[in-house]
């Protein structure tokens, strides 16, 4: 989420700092298009810049070695992009659909205080006997991620739900995904989403749905 005052020594005060005091370059507003190989072996990586002036320019990074972390999403189609052909690349793509149980409670609540994460329990983590199953979790929700997630019927009553928010708390359900989904190009290079939630694993997160409210019943 975040610190304005940087107290939560992020990457940006330690790692990247580290680095910038003892000569890395760090390159931003850059947008890595190709991983550069030959005969098998990376030679470097080509990038667009976005200027001060706001134009765009193309430049090439040598390196003996190259480090590819561009998440779940970016790191396939970056791949792809860059023409290598192993069929796992885009394949087997795993998000553990996520869904949240929130219910509103007499006293105040507060749930963007405190500790962050307060309560885990794995006792459904493995229902089918595979490994497969959810986890049930109370999560830090601080009021604009919450908005995010309560249902939208108009503005009348959503400012009505939202006006409640201090008294509210959540659970939510994460689901081990079994089957898997993958990551595609567009015409531009750019990667498309392709996941459909299998009834298999839907079994499992309306699993932690019931549970959830269990939780918030018995509190």
Known sequence: YGCAFGAKQSTTNTYLRDAHERG???????????????????TGASLEIMEANETRRVVTVKAKAVVVSAGTLHTPALLMRSGLDNPNIGQHLHLHPTTSIISEFAEPIHMWRGVPMSRVTKEFSNLDG???GVTLEVAPAHPGLTAATLPWIGASDYRGI???????????AITRDYYAGQIRLDHAGEPILDYDLHPYDGKHLMRGILEGLKIHYAA
Do not use: C, P, W
């Open 24 to 42: 890395t370059r760090i390159l931003v507003e850059a947008d890595v298009r190709k991983i550069l190989h030959q005969a098998g072996r990376v």
């Open 130 to 132: 595979k490994g497969y």
């Open 162 to 172: 939202f006006g409640s928010i201090s008294h509210m708390a959540n659970v939510i």
